[in-house]
T-cell receptor, first 115, second 112 residues
Framework: AQKVTQAQTEISVVEKEDVTLDCVYETRDTTYYLFWYKQPPSGELVFLIRRNSFDEQNEISGRYSWNFQKSTSSFNFTITASQVVDSAVYFCALSETPGANNLFFGTGTRLTVIP | EPEVTQTPSHQVTQMGQEVILRCVPISNHLYFYWYRQILGQKVEFLVSFYNNEISEKSEIFDDQFSVERPDGSNFTLKIRSTKLEDSAMYFC??????????FGSGTRLTVV
């Protein structure tokens, strides 16, 4: 069965610090998708990134970067030069393929950026 | 950018009452989902719907829950007799083929 572990329940950083959110997953499938979602205080789920299991290339989008390592079953998320607006709960999620299977979410990491 | 729309944004209901949560998925999407998030907890899968039938459901999705796609646009979640523990945020999501899921902004259900 699939499992997503976000061991960091809460993290606090001072503005402009870098922060890495950890995500470790388990799946028996060889093909799958990994996702990160942001949930700001307003409550909606905001899509950040999708990565399929065949693409281990790291990705950078502005201040955000993701490190996918199949060898350690990890998909970590780094925010560079954090800002107060980054304060939110961040969820890592897994979807097994083929087909549009449901997303299985981790328990989330609450990030607080202190001005 | 296309959106998934959920109504109402907040609903308060008395225990034992029936509630219907409504969602309008993205028009060309084929797969539809309901998820639940109890306050402060993780997002949990309830049910998926494809080709006008349930494709998968979790153990949370018991006989009190049902889903419908009554027309070409709406996707509803009905809770027949609400319990206090049904209080949660309910998210609707849709996808075309599973490589990207769009979530609605949620309905906060409060059972009193």
């Amino acid at each position: 069965a699939q499992k997503v572990t976000q061991a960091q329940t809460e993290i606090s950083v001072v503005e402009k610090e870098d922060v890495t959110l950890d995500c470790v997953y388990e799946t028996r499938d060889t093909t799958y998708y990994l996702f990160w979602y942001k949930q700001p205080p307003s409550g909606e789920l905001v899509f950040l990134i999708r990565r399929n299991s065949f693409d281990e290339q790291n990705e950078i989008s502005g201040r955000y970067s993701w490190n996918f390592q199949k060898s350690t079953s990890s998909f970590n998320f780094t925010i560079t030069a954090s800002q107060v607006v980054d304060s939110a709960v961040y969820f890592c999620a897994l979807s097994e393929t083929p087909g549009a299977n449901n997303l299985f979410f981790g328990t989330g990491t609450r990030l607080t950026v202190i001005p | 950018e296309p959106e998934v729309t959920q109504t109402p944004s907040h609903q308060v209901t008395q225990m034992g009452q029936e509630v219907i949560l409504r969602c309008v998925p993205i028009s060309n999407h084929l797969y539809f989902y309901w998820y639940r998030q109890i306050l402060g907890q993780k997002v949990e899968f309830l049910v998926s719907f494809y080709n006008n039938e349930i494709s998968e459901k979790s153990e949370i999705f018991d006989d009190q829950f049902s889903v419908e796609r009554p027309d070409g646009s709406n996707f509803t979640l009905k809770i027949r007799s609400t319990k206090l523990e049904d209080s949660a945020m309910y998210f609707c999501a849709s996808t075309l083929r599973g490589d990207g899921y769009t979530f609605g902004s949620g309905t906060r259900l409060t059972v009193v």
